[in-house]
């Protein structure tokens, strides 16, 4: 099992920045890739990020590309999402989840692990 645990979310404002983190805890040794996903109220959760086990391959959605950065500390178990340039339609619940595997998934169903959340706010 692995655990996750993200922080970093809040309140900014359009054109602001944060940084999310990931931190894993439990059977980690193993190796896995990383994924950032968000949900909207009333929508459907959808891709932002991911990254393999390595930190070569990096996959972002096409409406954050340009705007977000994923990167993964593996010393640490910890993977960030760098979101600058926010937009008020990032406003959304971000989740963090890791699959065990090396390679990275723009599916949900692909994923075996997944944080709590945390909310992202951006106002206009």
């Known amino acids: 099992q692995v655990q996750l645990v993200e922080s970093g979310g809040g309140l900014v404002q359009a054109g602001g920045s944060l940084r999310l983190s990931c931190a894993a805890s439990?059977?980690?040794?193993?190796?896995?890739?990383v994924g950032w996903f968000r949900q909207a109220p009333g929508k459907e959760r959808e891709f932002v990020a991911a990254?393999?086990?390595?930190?070569?391959?990096?996959v972002y959605a096409d409406s954050v590309k340009g705007r977000f950065t994923i990167s993964r500390d593996n010393a640490k178990n910890t993977v960030y999402l760098q979101m600058n340039s926010l937009k008020p339609e990032g406003t959304a619940v971000y989740y963090c989840?890791?699959?065990?595997?090396?390679?990275?998934?723009?599916?949900?169903?692909?994923?075996?692990?997944w944080g709590q959340g945390t909310q992202v706010t951006v106002s206009s």
């Open positions: 989840t890791a699959r065990r595997a090396m390679v990275v998934s723009t599916l949900p169903g692909e994923y075996d692990y």
């Open positions: 439990g059977r980690t040794e193993s190796g896995y890739a």
């Open positions: 990254i393999s086990w390595s930190g070569v391959r990096k």
